[in-house]
């Protein structure tokens, strides 16, 4: 089985084409490559396969197995991926996922995607969708015990559930200890991906990530687009913001109606092949 190993701001991915290669199991795919002392290592796979209603489709699992609707750091590996692999040539793709197409647009130089920017769609703020069990029409700034400490937390789908909590000092704040009981807190019946974030000013944030099903990792897209969404809706921050993950900088802007379009990196960091039996 062919691979090619990438990153987007740190974040790191499996990619195979399924479109020439058909496989089986993908979930314990996941469990067994993106360990990283005994497989190749990695915070998800993702699959390329044909599609009746787009361009191509996206299948991506997170590294404990579980299936991940959206991956935005994830999608951008996947468009570069498509492109230079030569499963299709177009610049602007149409990319079904399992939260619907999403449209990439690709920067390309010498035939390399330099970078790759993500119509990532409309911000879902219904508790109903995130899914939350908290009785309200939005969850802004709402409090929660955690650990013996009171945080204030909102939530927010874009593409797969996010909680939003802001920090005074992000460095001193302990990320892990914290992300890893809100992920699996009884009001959020799917888990949660939790995001913890400063405000630098009003056209720059920090962010560190604990993912649902995948942990502490280096970034999150989908959690960068709604870290934005929920600091502007909060009057932090304005429309056009840089987001400075542990991995890298990512570029969120929301348009008319609250669309919101990611920019970014990606990067092949290597390519090969394993054995699965």
Known sequence: MKFNKMQGAGNDFILFDSIKNSYKDYSKMAKVLCDRRYGVGGDGIMIAEPSQIADIKMVYYNSDGSMGEMCGNGIRC??????????????????????????????????????????????????????????????????????????????????????????????EFEVNKFGEEIEKMSIFPNKINVNFIEVIDRSNISIKTWERGAGRTLACGT?????????????????????????????????????????????????????WE
Do not use: W
């Open 78 to 171: 996947f468009s570069k991926f498509v492109y230079e692999e030569k499963l299709v040539d177009k610049k602007e793709l149409k990319i079904e996922t399992g939260d619907g197409i999403k449209i990439a647009y690709l920067n390309i130089e010498n035939e390399k995607v330099m970078d790759v920017t993500i119509f990532m769609g409309k911000a879902r703020l219904n508790p109903k969708e995130i899914p939350v069990t908290i009785e309200k029409e939005v969850i802004l700034n709402e409090k929660i015990k955690v650990l013996n400490k009171e945080l204030l937390f909102s939530a927010v789908l874009v593409g797969v559930p996010h909680a939003v909590i802001i920090c005074e000092d992000l460095e």
């Open 223 to 275: 959690g960068s687009c709604s870290s934005v969404f929920i600091a502007n809706l909060l009057g932090l921050v304005e429309k056009k913001v840089n987001v400075e993950t542990e991995g890298g900088i990512l570029k969120i802007q929301l348009k008319a109606n609250d669309e919101i379009f990611m920019t970014g990196m990606a990067e092949t960091t290597f390519k090969g092949e394993v054995i």
